[in-house]
């Protein structure tokens, strides 16, 4: 029965033969070619793309680094960078706080746990553009529900979404109420999946609660916030469907995202050059902040 | 040894086998589709809007009927289709026979070489057609100002040809203004003052707020209605001109008799307003006139007149169409054009104003049964005539972009008009001079 496998591994010494050594690669290519077809070709079209101009009616020419060089001096594009970052560091935080919570607090066995934890889930599986929709109708200033609480209470009308200093909060409130599950699921699966020994051990040693969540549970749960917080600062960061559908951007450019701008110059203005441009800027930008939390997560452990 | 070795074998060749015969199977099914299919058809390509259901539900089957050629009909939200009307184009798939598209976009799909010349086709105009309607279709412009690098002696071809006839009208509340429309904007204003009452959600004026195209468009009547513009000679961003200011001035003056949080409204919650009788007055599309004397959809049946937008110091009308273009790489552009041909025939006109459609000929609009049946139509052609489109340019939405952010930032401020003005003017000019237009 150990015949086969002499076709397979080749004696140690032994030169393999030719089809003993195209083997391995023709069984990675399908999957190389995939990863090509999928990620290097568009990644790589777009860097091309950034580097020409599509003048109307003619034929795209290559202007070189121009499309970069003129998004430098591009106020609006750092405002929305800025913009983006607010909204990215702000949702994620709050989405981080609240989703350890929940999963602290429901980690436990307890009755009607499966309608609590699916209901939980509900945000997140509503398409985007449907959640904008529903907040929409919530924030109107003459009907919405937030308008008429502070009506009710102050006597006073609020605009939310047409006012600066309250929309970009209204838009972070937003992603806080859908994507919390999703921060409160991972943590929860990795909560529950830390092994028992230590906090019996810790207990019966006399810990407090704040200790052993303090010194046993985050410090084991690290890797998997790591991986939540970076999942869902990517996903914060290119934001689009629910800015789309409740302030295009507004009012003024108080909530003009990185992706909004990049929307409107390809496919609104027709800049294709100049979206690529800011869309690998937007890129480089995201794997340096990804980067930076994976490092500062990891360090600070 | 021997079976396993067979049997690895065997089943690499029989997944070869598998991929090679689904590979010929769909380049086969690919290559032989349209010519093994001989029916005659077009495809559409449009945004949605509830101004087309007519077209889609009572005519395109009428055409199918009468003319014999298939009809498919492709929609998505307006971005949406743009960017699928832009790419078809630039790849030249020939997806689509007909691009539906807004009047703004015509330089864009014309500019860049989309459409098929409508003249070299065959295509007549007449004198019946509304000529602003038809003026739209041109490229370059057959008047006004011509983007940088199209010369002034360059032949305007016709390229499009409207759909629906598509106008900023006055609607006005008859039990307010009980002795007749208002003849001027100052009006509109006075009583505004006097019977607006927020505690009871009424207000005098409603309008479209939000940043970009909605609010440019709100305010693009009161600009020119006071003598002001966007461009004056050779691009120059004069619309922060004095007249300008004024013109802002004003439109903020109204926008205090607005309901709140007017700063984002879209065309739905204007017109929401209007139905619901919570405002009094609105400058708002053709499309949204039959939506006024439908019981399921307003509350103000009957109480909702039209007219031309009021007089401040001239009287005109934005102009919105809903133009057709034939694309360059249209697999059916014979029954395309025999599409255009029929529904722009003065017969189908009036059957189409008679059906409730808005048109495009002037002898359906003056049809006796069709005016009986769509009471804003006369509104409409005076409307038509006094219209003023939006700047022909490919480059347009990159400056209503810009405009429509100031204008919005002085909506929220309910001030600094000039400011914000002046700060859009700065911003439009770069991007113009960096476009190469001479501005100024």
Redesign the interface.
């Known amino acids: 029965m150990s015949?086969?496998a002499k076709?397979i591994i080749q004696p140690r010494g032994s030169p393999p033969s030719r089809r003993g050594r195209l083997l391995p690669w023709a069984l990675v290519a399908p999957t190389v070619l995939f990863v090509v077809a999928m990620t290097v070709f568009p990644l790589g079209y777009s860097m091309w793309t950034s580097l020409q101009e599509y003048p109307?009616?003619q034929p795209p020419a290559f202007v070189g680094l121009r499309n970069y060089q003129?998004l430098i001096h591009d106020v609006n594009f750092r405002s929305s960078l800025a913009t983006t970052l607010l909204f990215t560091i702000s949702a994620t935080g709050v989405e981080f706080v609240l989703g350890l919570g929940l999963a602290l607090l429901l980690k436990g066995e307890f009755s009607f746990q499966g309608i609590i934890r699916s209901s939980l889930m509900i945000p997140m599986v509503i398409a985007p553009v449907v959640v904008g929709i529903i907040w929409r109708l919530l924030y109107?200033?003459?009907v919405g529900l937030f308008?008429f609480a502070v009506q009710e209470l102050t006597g006073k009308?609020?605009?939310v979404?047409?006012?600066?200093m309250l929309a970009l909060p209204a838009l972070i409130l937003v992603d806080v109420w859908e994507w919390t599950p999703f921060m409160f699921l991972l943590l929860l699966a990795g909560i529950q999946s830390l092994p028992q020994e230590p906090f019996e051990a810790a207990r019966v040693d006399g810990a407090s609660t704040w200790d052993i969540f303090r010194h046993l549970t985050m410090p084991m749960l690290r890797p998997v916030i790591v991986v939540a917080l970076l999942i869902r600062s990517l996903d914060a960061f290119t934001v689009f469907d629910q800015v789309f559908v409740l302030?295009?951007?507004?009012?003024?450019?108080a909530t003009e995202v990185a992706t909004l701008m990049i929307y409107?110059s390809a496919?609104?203005?027709?800049?294709f050059g100049y979206a690529a441009a800011m869309a690998i800027s937007l890129l480089i930008l995201v794997m340096f902040f990804s980067a930076a939390v994976t490092r500062a997560l990891r360090g600070s452990g | 040894?021997k079976p396993?070795?067979m049997i690895r074998r065997q089943f690499l060749k029989d997944s070869l086998g598998v991929a090679a015969a689904a590979a010929v199977q769909s380049l086969s099914s690919c290559g032989g589709k349209r010519d093994s299919n001989p029916r005659r058809q077009i495809t559409f390509g449009s945004y949605a809007d509830p101004a087309l259901d007519i077209l889609k539900e009572v005519f395109l089957p009428e055409f199918e009927r009468t003319i014999g050629i298939h009809t498919e009909w492709v929609e998505a939200d307006f971005?949406s289709w743009?960017?699928k009307g832009?790419n078809d184009g630039q790849t030249k798939a020939g997806a689509f026979d007909i691009y539906v598209m807004d009047d703004l976009w015509v330089p864009?799909f014309a500019?860049?070489?989309y459409l098929a010349n409508l003249d070299e086709l065959g295509f007549q105009t007449d004198l019946d057609l509304v000529p602003s309607a038809i003026a739209l279709g041109y490229w370059p412009p057959k008047t006004g100002l011509r983007?940088p690098g199209i010369g002034s002696n360059a032949r305007s071809i016709l390229y499009s040809l409207p759909l629906i006839s598509d106008v900023q009208l006055l609607f006005y509340r008859n039990d307010v203004y009980r002795h007749g429309p208002p003849a001027t904007w100052d009006e509109i204003l006075r009583v505004a003052r006097q019977k607006s009452d927020?505690a009871r959600?009424q207000y005098g004026w409603v309008t479209r707020?939000?940043?970009?195209n909605p609010i440019v468009n709100s305010f693009f009547v009161f600009l020119h209605s006071l003598g002001g513009d966007i461009f004056g000679e050779n691009w120059k961003v004069i619309f922060n001109s004095p007249r300008g200011v004024e013109a802002l001035e004003f439109f903020l003056s109204l926008v205090a008799y607005a309901?709140?949080?007017?700063?984002?409204f879209d065309s739905d919650?204007e017109g929401a307003?209007l139905l619901q009788g919570?405002a009094f007055a609105a400058t708002m599309w053709t499309g949204w006139c039959p939506q006024t004397d439908d019981p399921t959809k307003s509350r103000v049946v009957g109480k909702i007149n039209f007219d031309v937008p009021p007089k401040k110091v001239n009287q005109v009308a934005k102009l919105g169409l809903f133009m057709a273009g034939i694309a360059a790489s249209a697999p059916h552009k014979t029954e395309a054009l025999e599409f255009l041909k029929w529904f722009s025939s003065s017969a189908t006109q009036i059957r189409f104003a008679r059906s409730g459609g808005t048109p495009f000929r002037t002898s359906a609009f003056k049809d006796d049964e069709a005016r009986k049946k769509s009471r804003w139509l006369d509104a409409t052609l005076r409307a038509l005539t006094i219209g003023v489109p939006s700047p022909r340019t490919?480059?347009w939405?990159?400056v209503e972009?810009i405009l429509g952010?100031?204008l919005?930032?002085a909506l929220?401020e309910r001030g600094r008009a000039k400011e914000h003005l002046d700060s859009a003017a700065l911003e439009t000019s770069a991007f113009l001079k960096?476009a190469g237009y001479p501005v100024g």
């Open positions: 015949t086969p076709f109307l009616g003129k109107n200033a003459d308008s009308s609020l605009s979404l047409s006012s600066s302030t295009q951007g507004g009012p003024g450019t409107k496919f609104r203005f027709s800049q | 040894m396993r070795q971005s743009l960017q832009l864009r500019g860049a070489g983007q927020p959600h707020g939000v940043k970009g309901p709140p949080g007017v700063a984002e919650q307003t919570n490919s480059d939405s990159k972009d952010t100031e919005n930032r929220l960096s």
